[in-house]
């Protein structure tokens, strides 16, 4: 049985299960250079709130919490990650292959550098070309990303956006690999349905309604602010729009929603706020940890993500997953791959708020059927899998 060592950060809830099901089938150590202090609950300053994640995610697999030296720990800067044995612990271990997420730490880049040419190294990211840069920045991005990658024997790319990006900085196709980004399928596709009806029912919305949900933090770059102003102007009959998370912008909208509509009447003991737009009624909730996120997704008719960057969009697999139709701008990187037009949803062009409203009102016509989109969602979702993602990793593991 051939081993592969992972260097990560942190346990992340969309990878664990990755690494549950590569240890079945190969002798896996995972690295965690943040250290034990990455695995505990911790303020999330988007979020505004301590977050702990209601998933076991330090189960079946063998994993190492390494020491981090740095002064100001965490996966949110450059040296934030520093382990003076990364590169002997892995040595010790002797893998056959060294899988790494994510170069933009110290230990990362000095791991890359060091096991160049000594052990194949496979890179794992999701990064996409989708963002504006200035023209001086992207010349000295592609020269120093061309550099970096040049460390790496295998990128297995998440989706065709992250491909092209891949492409972009100097990685040859013979050693690109495609491995899905994924989410669990099966949990988010069992039967909540008596508990998403019942959420529905605590926030007054009637059966023949139909629900609009964004879920992720409220802040500038996931746009917000565009699809609250869009359901505004439609101001559609028999239509609900609810807001899951918190954030920058959660103030605002909130602000917003009511100085558009009468005073908000508070609901779950006042954590649940909803307001009514004229025809419209907006809904408010906050952070809602994992296990409860299959019923909000169930609960709802209609996803959207109007981000204005989005390397991926996770939040789309997971409402797929659950048979919903999708409607997110052309700046998430899943949209090219997930979301086909007129079939299970559809891509508006991001920050349009005129595009925006179009699609909304195309999808809520008599012409389209948000049942049978969800349907075509849930099909499209099940070749997007950790199980095909294992399998790519073992198939180069072993080829």
């Not at 992972?6 to 346990?11: A, E, K, L, R, S």
């Not at 939040?315 to 139709?325: D, H, P, R, T, W």
Request: aromatic share 12%; proline share 4%; hydrophobic share 40%.
């Amino acid at each position: 049985m051939k081993k592969l060592a992972i260097i990560i950060t942190h346990p992340i809830q969309y990878y664990v299960p990755v690494f549950q099901l590569l240890a079945k089938e190969c002798e896996l150590k995972v690295f965690y250079t943040w250290g034990e202090a990455g695995a505990k609950a911790k303020y999330d300053p988007d979020f505004k709130q301590i977050i702990a994640w209601d998933l076991p995610l330090l189960e079946d697999y063998n994993y190492e919490f390494l020491t981090n030296s740095s002064k100001d720990s965490g996966s949110h800067h450059y040296g934030g990650i520093i382990n003076s044995d990364l590169n002997e612990k892995i040595s010790s271990f002797s893998p056959d292959a060294i899988l790494i997420y994510g170069w933009a730490y110290k230990s990362h880049l000095s791991a890359m550098r060091y096991f160049k040419g000594k052990i194949p190294l496979w890179f794992r990211g999701d990064s996409t070309l989708l963002s504006e840069r200035r023209a001086l920045k992207k010349i000295l991005r592609s020269i120093f990303l061309k550099w970096v990658y040049k460390n790496i024997d295998k990128a297995f790319y998440v989706g065709t956006a992250n491909k092209t990006y891949f492409q972009k900085f100097g990685i040859a196709n013979k050693k690109l690999v495609f491995a899905p980004h994924a989410v669990d399928n099966k949990r988010f596709s069992s039967d909540r349905n008596v508990e998403a009806l019942a959420l529905r029912n605590s926030l007054g919305i009637p059966p023949a309604n139909s629900l609009i949900l964004f879920a992720g933090k409220l802040e500038a770059n996931k746009n917000p602010e565009l699809l609250l102003a869009a359901i505004q102007e439609l101001n559609l009959a028999g239509v609900h729009l609810l807001f899951v998370g918190n954030g920058e912008l959660e103030k605002q909208l909130k602000k917003t929603a009511v100085v558009l509509s009468s005073p908000p009447t508070p609901s779950n003991g006042g954590h649940n706020i909803s307001t009514t737009l004229s025809m419209t009624t907006v809904h408010f909730m906050g952070f809602q940890n994992q296990t409860h996120m299959p019923i909000i997704y169930q609960a709802c008719d209609l996803f959207c993500l109007p981000s204005q960057s989005e390397t991926w969009g996770l939040a789309v697999n997971e409402a797929m997953a659950s048979g919903k139709a999708i409607l997110v701008s052309d700046k998430v990187g899943c949209a090219v791959d997930l979301v086909k037009n007129g079939e299970n949803g559809y891509i508006f062009e991001s920050n349009n708020l005129i595009d925006l409203k179009a699609k909304i009102s195309l999808l809520l016509s008599k012409e389209n059927d948000l049942k049978k989109m969800g349907k075509a969602s849930f099909c499209i979702i099940q070749n997007w899998s950790f199980e095909k993602q294992v399998a790519t990793f073992l198939e180069t593991l072993n080829g």
